[in-house]
């Protein structure tokens, strides 16, 4: 039995070329690539598969790795969720770890259970303390947060921070997060770097310390809508309303507004109407990050820049992607961690009672079968 | 003599759209206007004169303002100097005070004078203390520093911050600024702010002081080629190789090198050689503000940015157009403060034996014959 075989001996690990035209970031990069060869393990890398993060062959080869048919290892590493072709070069009874979109209604995980294929989806990892160092999606909201603030600095008419010169004085530009987890919270501090006055909202009134605590103010409505996992629950309709009007006069205050509010598996909560935008100075920004889930505003365009009286709303789908090396270099530290609960002395042995292990693993029931 | 009229009654003051494709600015902005109607003034502006500024006709009008033919008023307000077109537009004995480039072989300083203009070019204005409120050198140059610094952001495929996160930290952004003019120093602040490592060049040391007041550490290579009028002498052939050796050696550690490098009347230094460039790591970047001149970079295309063994070399032509809101906000103050110095008591009277005066107004001679 080949799935036996892999059991027995070190597994191959596959890091593969990404496939969609704007992902730039690659699973693993060159010093990632080093420490597994370190632990023994074979690392076979597609060729070009770092070539976007401006990572040569050159450089894998120099840390060890094989360049060749990397979506034949026992292992294979990924950023991006697979298309069906990418599933069909995958060998069965192989493991495949990355972004697998299993809150997706759309995702390959059913997929990938035909094929015989083991999947842990990084979306799946418990936000438990343990599992931090393997927490993907913080590590790329992080990058996704700071780099909202630059887009939205690039696009405004303004400076973000106040400026004294001979001429006079401009003020600093006011911006206000809303949503505050990872990407929120990165997006108050890096606004507050460069010298903007920051503002954060969100419905789970937990989280008004950590905004303070990167020197930012918490705007408060009154609601309370903290839900499972760290993610916030769905309004009511009463509550919806509430929010609306608070939120549609404090929007017309601000230069900048960048939204980052998702609730797991559903639409993104509409939290800046068509009236907040209108509200807004012309010269004024929306960036609009949750633009992959239908977006956090009413007028916004997932993946377009769109000017509306005067006001840009741009919605970026890949923000990690344009910062593709420490984006990767980030993400290989999640999957490496991961690794290490998965490959034990020297073999593909995960340990299922482990619930980072098991939670992680969305095609638990071929798996379970397999057992 | 229409000449005399104007000198007895407020002369008018018009404000014109601009026709460059890519210049967003305006040379007055509506606060400006309010603030020169309240001193008896008539304004008139052209229609949308101000709408790549995204401020709309009924801002001027709100600031009272008549939306008119600005071209023949007394004293034509620009940004960008003017074509022939528009040289054609203004009417004889007419003031038009602007950017006119007095310095570049080919501006338009004789048009004028054959026109029967009378120009002030703001580059003139001489660098004293009491000019300093109209130095728009130095304002557009803020704003210009400024957003190098966010394009560098923009184009980087790294933080530049320092983060410390659960997946590993991530190493501070090393940001080399060459040339500490105005522009130089903002970028300086800027790039520290962000939270990156800042280190200033510069052929004249005296200014090593002011790169060490914004944070910045001072690098030097051991020239001292102080010029007239705060700008750099041009190098002697052995200064150049010297500084090249030391630049081409320096540069290799950098993330974000920042060009400013200028020589009135002269092409720009080159201070960034292919093989500096060469030495680069892949995901680095160059911003090379000095395009218009040809360039402080061996390999600029100014206008376009390129990208060469991962390096990406930007060479953005109108930086504080792409501000057009704060941009024209201090350049109306700019024109607002010297305009103070031309109308005097309601009436176009400039005062000649006035440094200000007498040196930015750059057709002179056909003046001369005037007085």
Redesign the interface.
């Known amino acids: 039995m080949p799935d036996n075989q892999t059991h027995q001996e070190a597994p191959s690990i596959g890091v593969v070329r990404e496939s969609g035209a704007d992902e730039r970031r690659v699973a693993l990069v060159p010093r990632a690539v080093a420490s597994l060869i370190a632990k023994g393990l074979d690392v076979v890398v597609e060729s070009g598969a770092g070539a976007e993060?401006?990572?040569?062959d050159d450089l894998y080869l120099a840390a060890g790795a094989t360049i060749g048919d990397a979506w034949s290892a026992d292992i294979v590493l990924k950023v991006a969720p697979p298309t069906d072709t990418e599933i069909a070069r995958l060998k069965a009874g192989s493991t495949l770890i990355g972004f697998l979109a299993p809150r997706n209604t759309e995702n390959k995980i059913a997929a990938l259970q035909n094929a015989g294929i083991v999947g842990y989806a990084v979306e799946a990892i418990p936000r438990i303390s343990r599992a931090?160092?393997?927490?993907a999606l913080?590590?790329q909201a992080?990058?996704a947060g700071?780099k909202s603030v630059?887009?939205a600095?690039?696009l405004?008419?303004?400076?973000f921070?106040m400026?004294t010169?001979?001429?006079?004085t401009?003020k600093p530009a006011s911006v206000l997060v809303l949503g505050v987890g990872v990407a929120g919270l990165q997006a108050l501090a890096?606004a507050k770097?460069?010298?903007g006055r920051a503002t954060g909202y969100d419905v789970r009134p937990e989280v008004a310390d950590q905004v303070r605590s990167v020197g930012a103010q918490w705007l408060d409505v009154g609601i309370d809508a903290a839900g499972d996992g760290g993610y916030a629950r769905e309004l009511t309709a009463e509550e919806r309303a509430q929010q609306q009007t608070a939120l549609e006069t404090a929007i017309s205050t601000f230069d900048v507004v960048i939204t980052t509010a998702l609730v797991p598996g559903r639409p993104a909560p509409r939290l800046v109407t068509a009236a907040a935008v209108h509200g807004m100075k012309?010269?004024s920004v929306v960036i609009d990050m949750a633009g992959e889930t239908g977006g956090n505003c009413e007028v916004t365009v997932p993946g377009e820049t769109v000017v509306i009286n005067?006001v840009t709303i741009a919605s970026p789908l890949n923000l990690p992607s344009t910062?593709?090396?420490?984006a990767s270099?980030?993400?290989s530290?999640?999957l490496t961690?991961l690794l290490e609960l998965l490959v034990r002395d020297g073999r593909l042995d995960p340990d299922y009672s482990d619930d980072v292990v098991a939670l992680s693993c969305v095609t638990r029931d071929s798996v379970s079968n397999r057992i």
Chains 1, 2 share one sequence.
Do not use: C, W
């Open positions: 993060a401006l990572m040569g931090q160092v393997m927490d913080s590590s992080n990058v700071y630059i887009l600095a690039s405004s008419t303004r400076f921070p400026l010169t001979a001429a006079g401009v890096t770097r460069l010298g012309p010269g005067g910062m593709p090396e420490h270099e980030l993400y530290k999640n961690a």
